[in-house]
């Protein structure tokens, strides 16, 4: 059983910034190609694999990697990898429990919740709760992903992101988002649900 106190583990914080680092990398390096956005690109998923596979080392022996264990900043990257383990769904939705504990007891940011959350709806393909995921729509604009309705008036996605310490929605701006869309939004589309098919994500 993991013991409740937990000195600070720096090694684990350098691990986990390393692994946030490259895959800011690697995307960057995709953008900066005009590949980033055409497809989940092959290396780009490897990538995810190996940090999904070893998060779930960690989260073995350590727990979920909160500040007090690995810092801020590693706490963040660890909500990276995790939202980035997409080719693994079963993990993504077993360690959803654990990530919320850890915010109801005040260990990490409920905003580390809420894209959880999240990031298991919108691949899911339903809508979301907090209003963290965004997508291309047909039209090559970068738009908020559906989100659910509100079962009363007081359940506003203002007073849902406030909940977990997330802002308000921010009014869109005019203009043109700085990310380039996919050339084909409609292959992209197809093959966005071929693949989440191919991942269990749907059926």
Not at 30 to 46: A, D, I, N, R, T
Not at 122 to 132: K, L, M
Not at 158 to 171: I, N
Request: one cysteine or more.
């Amino acid at each position: 059983m993991i013991q409740e106190f937990r000195e600070f583990n720096e090694a684990l914080r350098d691990e986990l910034l390393a692994m946030a680092a490259k895959d800011h990398e690697l995307a960057a390096r995709l953008e900066s190609e005009g590949k980033l956005f055409e497809s989940y690109h092959p290396q780009l998923e490897m990538l995810h694999r190996g940090g999904s596979a070893r998060l779930k080392q960690i989260i073995a022996k350590h727990g979920w990697p909160t500040p007090d264990l690995v810092g801020d900043d590693a706490c963040e990257a660890a909500s990276m990898v995790l939202q980035h383990s997409i080719s693994d769904p079963a993990f993504m939705k077993t360690t959803l429990p654990l990530v919320e504990a850890s915010w109801l007891a005040g260990k990490i940011p409920g905003k580390h919740y809420a894209t959880l959350v999240d990031g298991i709806r919108f691949f899911s393909r339903r809508p979301q709760v907090y209003g963290t995921y965004s997508d291309w729509d047909t039209h090559g604009a970068m738009t908020l992903w559906p989100v659910e309705s509100p079962k009363n008036a007081d359940d506003t996605v203002d007073a849902r992101r406030a909940s977990v310490g997330l802002p308000p929605l921010a009014t869109p701006k005019p203009g043109k988002s700085a990310e380039k869309p996919p050339s084909d939004l409609a292959k992209r589309d197809r093959e966005m649900l071929d693949w989440l098919k191919a991942r269990g994500w749907i059926r």
